[in-house]
């Protein structure tokens, strides 16, 4: 099947997310869409998808224009997504999310065994291993990524578009997808491979589109130079390297020894980690996103639901036990992963955000009351300090974009004298621009002798930012590595090999494929 | 209940709804409430029925009984409320009075609200209060003045008990407060029914469940002799100042909105979300039982069956009208009180059911609730909104140009001017307003979307264009 | 690619389950209970349970039993199941559910027992009470079951109360007016499906918080028909509010049946009417393409919708066909029970409505089971409150309200409700 975009554009109000896109997919190719967080690539395919209506512009199915009003439409003219987000049912049986909406009956009563015999066949002809009765929320996310590949496939789809698919797996589930994407165009389904990342679309993709800001800025052969790629994709030349010094590691501050934290069920989320950050030092957490990290944190910050086991100490001081606001106090600045959920409440004012931790000190009240001079005062300097684009200090945060709300958060957390900081994704979902601004503020921190804790799923940051990097892998920390170790033998520990394990098993295989463009490119 | 996170979007999107109108929607709001009201005790009357048998015949007889009806209703209702020619302002006294109890538990509805919970329970506080304050009031005997305070103080004990329970079991198990309010309104309602027929409440030589009469030293005296306006009301205003400053001066009020508007982010700037769970609770419950006071040392004077009266449904209804903000909340009380007193002169002069007064009051909150309705039915999106632009060309509009949320005008000042792209989609919440605005939407092929506004979407808001406001 | 040492992620299923004790401790509390006071310090009358009615194939022997000895023997058992699961949950498994659906039965004769040998007329048809149980339980049903429609597909329905009132008074008006009491039950159906309506407009197109508006709508109906009523059928009940019964109608047979026949097959229309709903909810939300339609609206929309489920439109009708099935339960206060339309005669029963479909967590048969529970307890308190008992009646009326604060606070097991339940749906 031969599916065109023919000027496709998107607006909503005023704002164009998609001007003007013409995109030609031939049958069995696998066309990357290449492009930085809101670039417009996801609003495309949900305007293909039929989830959005296009402004103008059409889309062609075999050369016969198409308009579809619903995803019903999309399915039927068969094209398939896999959402970035699973759109699967939680509590549904594989086979149920499967069947749900293309249902076959008999007498009015569901009948699942003819959807359970097209799972298995689907799942044995590309090696799947999914069980059409096993509850989703059950399986881990590499499968489930698989169950909605099925659910396309069951449809019929001729054209299979995946968003971002990537974002949750390990580098080696991310080779299997690579390979999965390679049967499937073989077997002549078309793939639309969205992702954000370089070495991925040079590994799979026949042909390259990048857009930028809504529109296409080129396209390129899967052979180019990912400098010239990447230069394409933000828009001007990248300098994504931080200028840094070597660290100047002072005396040991945040020293954690055999923590564990073990879930109401159970579940051991942290599995004995024991680390030791200097002040003047930045560590840097690795790892695949769900393997501890997040608890990692939350058990510094006193946050987590789990029970806590082991210690954490601060300059000596036993952090476990104690409460969030004991352990800010006693000098820990914490920017949290996600900032809309965790780290701002959106509808209280820029004003208000750069003291939500700090509204009951001295400073900024006096007898239960809020000292609003001083915040007024507080904000004037902060806005300054970081540059953050709002247009006055009442404006609710919500209101601001990603990478501002992503200042104020810092600001909050860096204005007051600190021994240590914890950042969790410090920059995801924030523009070019602000990520030098804030790896640059990180980098100022540390220079002050604070201990830094930089956790990161974005193998990129971990490299700039660390003075030292340490690996997790369920809940373990499986390494504590130099700056400058490769990224193959990164990317093997991330899926759980020793040090050791992992040089010899790059060193056996070659680069993988996800990994080698690094030592071509050195860029991104 | 889990569900826990949905429960916390839930109350967002309410307590943005709830701020989100403007005051032109409440008015509106109020005056087409009115109306079908007014329609409602047209029809029903008598006298139009009979016209109506020949309706087409002469029309003009039944509308002309109808509005007659209408008019005599609302003008009984209003007579009875302000101003009437025999009596002068007494009757405003009686609103005021009636509006007392509702101002002070309808404060305590949105004191809840805004640190993010549906208190539904304050029936049950204010039912819980009673109880205490009028066992303070005929039970004891102290002197006069420190009665009034002990009568007022065991029952504001009383209302924080019934919601710290609340509090306590949502902050420690993560029940819902909507549920256990609402069984717990129950709970007090037949512990009331019980408690009135044991030995230490039951009023000597009665068999009606019945207590005693409180002590006159127990009431509040009255301002203006007289009427029954008593010093409650100035109590009511106290309350008012005293709910503003907590929420919008005190460091406890930062806390509870913020914990209201996004627990998580509070839990991780270092703020106990249980104890303001709790808090926030205890205290909704404390002012239901000031309200409960106002009943039994202000109006009652004794505790019966049905001592919160409707207050404590009312009070939601109230604390929606206003706003959840106090002053908001002090006049939807005054309105809400008039309305009662009016009523009861309605009923008594023109044989109107007082439960009128209750469709027009819920009217008010569907409305106000949903302010997409009255604009369109007072077509103001156009009025708003000007004639709509043709579908813009997209040359003129280029993503590139950062376009600024600040500037591009009404909506846009809540965040449009969105990306919808990658990690998240606009998860727009406020209704799809211009959908509904009639011919201004005619579809045709290539008709964009109209605009989702995603400002209202809280901590789920998009993220808007990247350095948009430069 | 070096996928070899890639363990597989931890699963939930691999975790060990961590024994709760929660459980096993209440029954152990409740066995002592029951064992101290029906028991060691129950009442040495006996108590006397009348099992026949008329028109039975056999005539059973009323049972006769002394209240001590009754209260010992259920209370031995009573700890014996309690002692089962504390060993059970030793090795952290539980308890299987008809050895906790005998001990409540086992503790419920247990306190009849005790009750009824304390009181001063010690002596009460067991059947009666059963058949009234269930006859106060019609209306919880129905109601429950429109609450079970809404939230599984997505809407929070607080106004249970506000479509059996309305129900109850389009039945009585209607019903009157026609003089025909089939068309006033299908009055009732529209009356709560009108209601049902708002509910959905407001809460789906319109967005409106789901609570407030069933809230709101409560006291709308409340006030609407309480005006109506008194605007129109005080007036003139005879042509308003005198509406025709619906009559029993016996199967044969099975009617006869001792202690089963007078409970289950003496009933009205709207009684069986009541066996089918139930089942008919039931079988198709678990067996029809309707059914995983709507569990998949109620649970994550958005997945829905991507696969061509109209979202908004299944709740929309889905809101609105339970707002009819609680019409009917509504319908059976002014044409079963009582002949005639009062002013808020539904009194909170559609509240105990909504606990009981949070108590049967969200399944059809588990929320008419527990609204049966409701039902048997409000029956009972009047039931003792005639034998006489020293037990007020305003507890065992407390009840269902205290059984739904515990099972909401996970007391009794941890509710889990759909997951996107309240969640206006709103397409991007």
Known sequence: MKLELDHISKAFGDFYANQDISITVEPGQIHSLLGENGAGKSTLMNVLYGLYQPTSGRILVDGTPQTFTGPGDAMAAGIGMVHQHFMLVPVFTVAENVALGAETTRGGVLDLKETRRKIREISSRYGFDVDPDAIVEDLPVGVQQRVEIIKALVRNAKVLILDEPTAVLTPQETDELLEIMRQLAASGTSVVFISHKLREVKAVADVITVIRRGRVVGEADPKADPTELAALMVGREVHLNVNKTPAEPGETVLKVQDLAVTAANGQRLVDGISLEISGGEILAIAGVQGNGQTELSEAIMGLTEGRVTGSITLDGKELVGMGTHQVLRAGVGFVPEDRNVDGLVGAFSVQENLVLDLFDTEQFSKAGSLNLKAMGANSAHRIDEFDIRTPNAQAAASTLSGGNQQKVVMARELSRPLRLFVASQPTRGVDVGSIEFLHGRIVEERDRGTAVMIVSTELDEVIQLADRIAVLYQGRVVGIVPADTSRDVLGLMMAGMTQSEAAVAADAHGPTETTAIVEEGGVL | ?470 | MSTAALKPAPSAADVTRRPSWKIPLVLTALAIVAFVFFGALGSHDTATFGLASGGDFVQLPALVVSGMVAGLVTGFLLLAIAGWSLALARTGSTLPTWAIVLFGVLFVFGFLAWAVSGGSTPNISLTGLLKGSLILSIPLIFGTLSGVLGERSGVVNIAIEGQLLGGAFSAALIGTMTGNAYLGLIAAAVAGALVSMILAVFAIKYLVNQIIVGVVLNVLVSGLTGFLFGQVMVADPEAFNQPPRLETLPIPLLESIPVIGPIFFQQSIIGYLLYVVVFAVWFALKNTRWGLRTRAVGEHPKAADTLGVKVNALRFWNVTLGGAIAGIGGAFFTLVSVEMFTKDMSGGRGFIALAALILGRWNPIGAALAALLFGFADNLASVLSIVGTPVPSQFLEMLPYIVTILAVAGLVGRSRGPAASGEPYVKE
Request: charge should be neutral; glycine fraction near 12%; hydrophobic fraction near 50%.
């Open chain 2, 1 to 470: 209940m889990s569900a826990q996170d949905q429960m916390i979007h839930r109350e967002k999107s309410l307590l943005q709804r709830i701020a989100g109108g403007s005051w032109l929607v409440s008015v509106l709001a109020i005056l087409v409430s009115l109306i079908v009201g007014g329609i409602l005790i047209a029809v029903t009357n008598e006298d139009f029925q009979e016209a109506a048998t020949y309706f087409f015949a002469r029309p003009g007889t039944a509308l002309g009984a109808g509005w007659t009806a209408a008019t005599e209703a609302y003008l009984a209702l209003f007579q009875g409320a302000i101003v009437s020619p025999d009596s002068g302002f007494l009757p405003l006294t009686e609103t005021l009075t009636n509006a007392t109890p509702l101002i002070m538990a309808g404060l305590g509805v949105a004191l809840a609200f805004r640190a993010g919970m549906f208190n539904i329970g304050a029936q049950g506080q204010i039912t819980v209060g009673a109880i205490f304050g009028a066992y303070a009031g005929f039970a004891w005997h102290l002197p006069l003045g420190l009665h009034l305070l002990v009568v007022i103080l065991m029952s504001v004990l009383g209302g924080a008990l019934w919601g710290g329970i609340v509090g306590w079991l949502k902050a420690t198990t993560g029940a819902h407060e909507v549920i256990l309010t609402i069984m717990l309104n129950y709970v007090a309602i037949k512990l009331l029914d019980w408690i009135l027929n044991t030995p230490a409440f039951l009023r000597p030589g009665e068999t009606n469940p019945i207590s005693p009469i409180v002590d006159k030293s127990a009431d509040y005296p009255v301002i203006i002799p007289g009427t029954r306006l008593h010093l409650g009301f100035i109590v009511a205003i106290l309350l008012v100042l005293l709910v503003w400053w907590i929420l919008n001066r005190s460091t406890l009020g930062f806390t509870l909105r913020a914990v209201g508007e996004n627990p998580a982010a509070a839990a991780t700037a270092g703020m106990s979300v249980k104890r303001a769970t709790f808090l926030a609770m205890a205290i909704a419950g404390g002012l239901g039982g000031f309200a409960a006071s106002a009943q039994i040392s202000g109006t009652e004077h004794v505790l019966a069956n049905g001592a919160a009266g409707s207050i404590g449904f009312d009070a939601i209804t109230v604390a929606l009208l206003g706003r959840s903000t106090p002053w908001g909340t002090f006049f939807a009380g005054l309105l809400f009180g008039a309305f009662r007193a009016g009523a009861t002169n309605m009923q008594i002069s023109t044989g109107t059911p007082i439960d009128i007064v209750l469709v027009v009051q819920s009217l008010i909150v569907l409305f106000i609730a949903a302010p997409p309705l009255v604009r369109t039915m007072f077509g103001l999106n156009r009025l708003a909104k000007g004639p709509k632009p043709k579908a813009p060309k997209p040359t003129t509009h280029v993503a590139e140009v950062p376009a600024a949320p600040a500037t591009v005008g009404a909506h846009a000042a809540k965040g449009a001017g969105t990306v919808p792209d990658a990690a998240d989609a606009p998860t727009a919440v406020d209704s799809p307003s211009a959908v509904d605005a009639g011919p201004s939407t005619a579809k045709h092929a290539a008709d964009p979307e109209p605009p989702t506004p995603p400002g209202e979407a809280g901590p789920t808001a998009p993220e808007t264009t990247e350095g948009g406001s430069k």
